[in-house]
């Protein structure tokens, strides 16, 4: 029976080349957007920031479907940079957006309780 278990568990993750590639498909991305400065933030450096890293491996966990984890990292990383991307009033901004990151959160236990029925 214990070794059931460890077949699911281990079935649900990625080969580490996977994990690899992932990285290095968004960074080049994320090269891409910067040098093109296509969310408009400024010079390259302006685009590589300790928020874009909390939201670089918040994309990383949700591409591994750890989806809670995933999420919060993303909305750590929004929520410092708001100022910089967002042309919404910080009001409205600071209402709307915690409420809407928990909804999320119980929606990402839901999916994840769907793939771990499913394997």
């Not at 670089?56 to 910089?84: C, E, P, R, S, T």
Request: charge should be positive; glycine fraction near 8%; avoid cysteine.
């Amino acid at each position: 029976m214990r070794q059931k278990n460890y077949y699911f568990e281990h079935e649900r993750e990625h080969h580490p080349r996977v994990g690899v590639g992932l990285f290095f498909i968004l960074l080049g991305a994320s090269l891409l957007v910067a040098t093109n400065d296509l969310l408009n933030l400024g010079s390259v450096s302006e685009y590589f920031t300790w928020q874009t890293v909390l939201i670089f491996i918040g994309v990383l966990l949700l591409l591994n479907l750890q989806f809670v984890g995933g999420l919060i990292m993303i909305a750590l990383g929004v929520w410092f940079l708001q100022d910089k991307i967002f042309m919404i009033p910080n009001d409205i901004f600071h209402v709307y957006y915690w409420p809407a990151v928990v909804g999320l959160v119980g929606i990402s236990f839901i999916l994840s309780s769907f793939f771990k029925r499913r394997k």
